[in-house]
């Protein structure tokens, strides 16, 4: 048999390495990919022990399976006392380690004492390499160590699938194979002298510890993730496959539905009376077709007088749904609190209504007649706070019905509602500037400037009493930055992109359009499309250009507005 042989095989373990890769989790085990490294290290070992053409290259050879195959067996213990989640002390498995490692390392005197074997020779029969080895007392402790870990492993799988019903039978039996074929052809390699026979059952074992995995990502729930929320003992789930198979559950879950506890892993949920009201019920609501695209997946349930929430969810694996998954939230405190405030609230909410709807509106009339007194100073900006107002309000509908900024309906309101304000820091320019019948010289436009800081700080005198905080920093925001621009270049602060607030933002747009199609008395109003120019060269300079879509749509609302005032 030519070294193809091997080299083919040890190719195969590379592969299936690969794949373990492709597919690895957090929450596999760490022995694992030390199982399929040691697999490849015995194969390479393979590969050069049949290149071989002296008795040197031969024992360096046979001392790399040896790097491999002294370690695999007390993985492969590890591995299995994981998936039978047994807890070992780790001073036990210090033991076991440095026990194995003195099996290596004498080993590795392999042709310069005789430790290992008392002799090698080396033989070359039809283009086969033979070594000869005469066994010490070492190699036969080695032997037992090697069927201790086997067995030891054998009686912990024989003790779960008798004793426990968290742990899947066929992982179990998938279990048992790679380490009963590994250790037969331990014995036939033994016997026949030749190592034939191992990279084929080697590389077998890849294949069943991979098909280990990828049932361990769908049975091991405790490591998906929710062992947390579990933790927690108020909160419970289930899983079943995409068959309706038991694939577990925790203590929260088993409580609440005490029928789980007679179910055997890997078994039908349908075979077991007791759920058709839950979880065969949940499950038929959530995957009905017939729903029009609305997916119901929320359920509450009541039990011994209390109350769950709950969710049911596909059990994904790699981006692929796998099963169901059912989650139970005790909201009972909150129904209970809920109920006895539902009566108070509704004799309470109708007068709650009435008072804050008196107060809002004398609080925004108050606010209105403010900024008309400060625009009834300013010659040039008659009309100016409505008109603003009335454009962005229309900017903020078009932001809403787009949903893209996600902007809550509060913030909206409270936008539309500070936009009057903008303005009231002018109460503190000079009249002599505020009045000018023409431009302003750089010294009076520096002076101008200091309106929108004194406007917040105004805003923030007039709002500090009220307990609705976010309209005021809202209304102190549209106030103090509504004249700063993208680029930095702005006042009075010189902020720039987006540390510039969102809503000053959006008054920026109003009060420049206002401004451009309006009157002054140091110029004549201009036109739509010269105005609609001038903003649309001012995005991404002076503007936002994420508001640029929204300025667009709104656009025709805008110029129709100005034009029915025109008709007034």
């Known amino acids: 048999m030519n070294v193809a042989y091997y080299l083919v095989f040890f190719v195969i373990s590379c592969i299936l390495t690969v794949i373990l890769t492709a597919r690895w989790r957090k929450r596999f085990d760490v022995n694992l990919p030390l199982i399929f490294l040691c697999v490849n290290i015995c194969n390479l070992g393979y590969v050069l022990y049949y290149l071989s053409g002296d008795l040197e290259e031969a024992v360096i050879a046979n001392k790399i399976i040896y790097l491999g195959g002294c370690f695999l ?24 380690l440095t026990v194995t490692m003195i099996i290596f390392a004498g080993a590795m005197t392999t042709g310069i004492y005789p430790v290992f074997y008392k002799s090698v020779e080396y033989r070359l029969v039809d283009g086969i390499v033979y070594l000869d080895k005469r066994y010490t007392i070492f190699h036969t402790f080695f032997n037992v160590i090697l069927i201790s870990y086997f067995v030891a492993g054998l009686v912990l799988m024989v003790y779960t699938s008798v004793k426990r019903k968290d742990v899947s039978h066929k992982v179990l039996a998938l279990l048992v194979l790679p380490g009963l074929m590994c250790i037969t052809g331990f014995w036939i390699s033994r016997v026949s002298s030749t190592y034939a026979i191992m990279p084929v059952l080697y590389d077998v074992s890849l294949i069943v510890y991979l098909v280990i995995m990828h049932k361990v990502s769908m049975y091991d729930i405790i490591d998906t993730g929710i062992e947390a929320l579990a933790e927690e003992g108020d909160t419970g789930f289930v899983s079943l496959d995409s ?20 179910i055997q892993v890997d078994t039908r949920i349908k075979d077991y009376r007791g759920f058709e009201d839950t979880l065969l019920y949940w499950l038929a609501e959530f995957t009905d077709e017939d729903k029009d695209g609305i997916i119901k997946d929320q359920f509450t349930y009541e039990t011994d007088g209390r109350y769950y929430y709950v969710n049911v969810s596909y059990l994904m694996d790699n981006g692929h749904p796998r099963g169901y998954q059912f989650f139970f939230m005790d909201n009972t405190k909150e129904q209970r609190y809920i ?39 300013d010659n040039s900006t008659g009309g100016h706070v409505r008109r603003t107002s009335d454009l962005v309000r229309m900017l903020v509908d078009k932001i809403r019905q787009d949903n893209v900024l996600d902007l809550d309906d509060e913030f909206c309101e409270d936008v539309i509602k500070a936009a009057p304000m903008h303005d009231l820091g002018k109460i503190a320019v000079d009249d002599k500037i505020l009045r000018k019948p023409g431009r302003f010289e750089p010294e009076e436009f520096e002076e101008m400037k200091k309106h929108a800081a004194e406007g917040a700080r105004i805003v923030h005198e007039i709002l500090k009493g009220t307990e609705d905080k976010l309209f005021r920093r809202i209304a102190e925001n549209v106030a103090h930055f509504h004249h700063e621009r993208w680029d930095g270049s702005g006042y009075p602060l010189g902020l720039k992109g987006e540390d510039i607030p969102l809503e000053a933002r959006i008054m920026a747009i109003a009060d420049v359009y206002d401004a451009l199609v309006s009157k002054r008395v140091y110029k004549e109003k201009m036109s739509f499309e010269k105005a609609d120019s001038i903003i649309m060269e001012g995005m991404g300079k002076h503007f936002d250009k994420k508001l640029e879509k929204y300025y667009v749509a709104a656009r025709p609302e805008f110029e129709a507005y100005y034009m029915q005032l025109e008709d007034e």
Not at 244 to 262: F, S
Request: charged residues 30%; hydrophobic residues 45%.
């Open 339 to 377: 109920r006895e405030i539902n009566e108070y609230n509704e004799t309470l909410e109708e007068k709650v209504k009435e008072k804050t709807a008196h107060i809002v509106d004398m609080h925004n009339r108050l606010v209105l007649g403010m900024a008309t007194m400060v625009e009834s100073r």
């Open 73 to 96: 067996p007390l993985l492969v213990l590890f591995l299995v006392i994981r998936l039978c989640r047994f807890r070992v002390s780790r001073w036990i498995k210090a033991a076991l």
């Open 243 to 262: 068959k309706l198979n038991y694939m577990g559950c925790n203590e929260t879950a088993m409580k609440i539905l005490p029928d789980l506890a007679r």
